[in-house]
T-cell receptor, first 116, second 109 residues
């Protein structure tokens, strides 16, 4: 299926465990993003990637690790989950040029993560 | 640091009314501004993208404007319908992405 997918859609884990959230897009978009959405904070950027093997920190990167070995995949890992990382996580992708509609960002359906 | 503010936080209107949602930002050095809608428990759906060099974009009953000099964008919804009820978010792209907190819109039949 074309588009952007996330897995799992729901995850419950315990404090201290490692968790990996997956994101896959079929558009060959150069840019991919990870956000978290929390009541009272809205959407905040965790990490983003401009291309394979290029990643940069966003607003709230602490406690997260990303990698991008292939253009279409952008996994997000919580190395030692904490309760404060309970959130809804969204992945997004876009192309990019300074003046083009390819900049439009498309979002996945989200992963609801609960850390007990 | 880019600050993005959306006013009002919530809005309730009767069906058929025209309405305007506001988005203000502090740093005009942006690549683009994008408007999204989010239904409860769902992901974000892109509505309109305005490039930095553009002043407005239109899609159906939606019209978005961008004024970088004043740090403002507006989303105009014409002839509102109950199906328009959702949270509307603006997002600014520069070296990263910053979202506003959103406006929760309710359109009453």
């Amino acid at each position: 299926d074309a588009g952007i997918t996330q897995s799992p859609r729901y995850k419950i884990t315990e404090t201290g465990r490692q968790v990996t959230l997956m994101c896959h897009q079929t558009w060959s978009h150069s840019y991919m993003f990870w956000y978290r959405q929390d009541l009272g904070h809205g959407l905040r950027l965790i990490y983003y990637s401009a291309a394979a093997d290029i990643t940069d920190k966003g607003e709230v990167p602490d406690g997260y690790v990303v990698s991008r070995s292939k253009t279409e995949n952008f996994p997000l890992t919580l190395e030692s989950a904490t309760r404060s990382q309970t959130s809804v996580y969204f992945c997004a992708s876009s192309g990019f040029s300074r003046d083009s509609s390819t900049n439009e960002q498309f979002f996945g359906p989200g992963t609801r993560l609960t850390v007990l | 640091k880019q600050e993005v503010t959306q006013i009002p936080a919530a809005l309730s209107v009767p069906e058929g009314e025209n309405l305007v949602l506001n988005c203000s930002f502090t740093d005009s050095a942006i690549y683009n501004l994008q408007w999204f809608r989010q239904d409860p428990g769902k992901g974000l759906t892109s509505l309109l993208l305005i490039q930095s060099s553009q002043r407005e974009q239109t899609s159906g009953r939606l019209n978005a404007s961008l004024d970088k000099s004043s740090g403002r964008s507006t989303l105009y919804i014409a002839a509102s319908q109950p199906g328009d009820s959702a949270t509307y978010l603006c997002a600014l792209r520069s070296n990263d992405m910053r979202f506003g907190a959103g406006t929760r819109l309710t359109v009453k039949p």
